[in-house]
């Protein structure tokens, strides 16, 4: 199994930003890509980005383009998520997702983590 371990959320101002940290622990070798969802109020999860343990592909949703970046340290088995100019519909639980191939949908992910709260103020 692979562990993920998700921080970093909190509580931000309009125009804000947050960075988000996801620590995968385990059988890491297993996983070959890493995507960032979130469950903002009266929706269902959504996709927001991903990316491969190799860095050879990512991928991002509309909402997170030119805002939202996805990165990783191989060497901390970690993604980030630096989210700038946060706005109140970005307010939900942020979660992270290991998949053991390159996703194309929400259910080619195996594992996922509890989720970080990011609540951004108006």
């Known amino acids: 199994q692979v562990q993920l371990v998700e921080s970093g959320g909190g509580l931000v101002q309009a125009g804000g930003s947050l960075k988000l940290s996801c620590l995968a622990s385990?059988?890491?070798?297993?996983?070959?890509?890493m995507g960032w969802f979130r469950r903002t109020p009266g929706k269902e999860r959504e996709f927001v980005a991903a990316i491969t343990w190799s860095g050879d592909w990512a991928s991002q949703a509309n909402s997170a383009e030119g805002r939202f970046t996805i990165s990783r340290n191989n060497a901390k088995n970690t993604v980030y998520l630096q989210m700038n100019n946060l706005q109140p519909e970005d307010t939900g639980v942020y979660y992270c997702?290991?998949?053991?191939?390159?996703?194309?949908?929400?259910?080619?992910?195996?594992?996922w983590g509890q989720g970080t709260q990011v609540t951004v103020s108006s």
């Open positions: 997702a290991s998949s053991s191939k390159r996703p194309s949908a929400i259910y080619d992910y195996n594992y």
């Open positions: 385990g059988r890491t070798f297993s996983s070959y890509a």
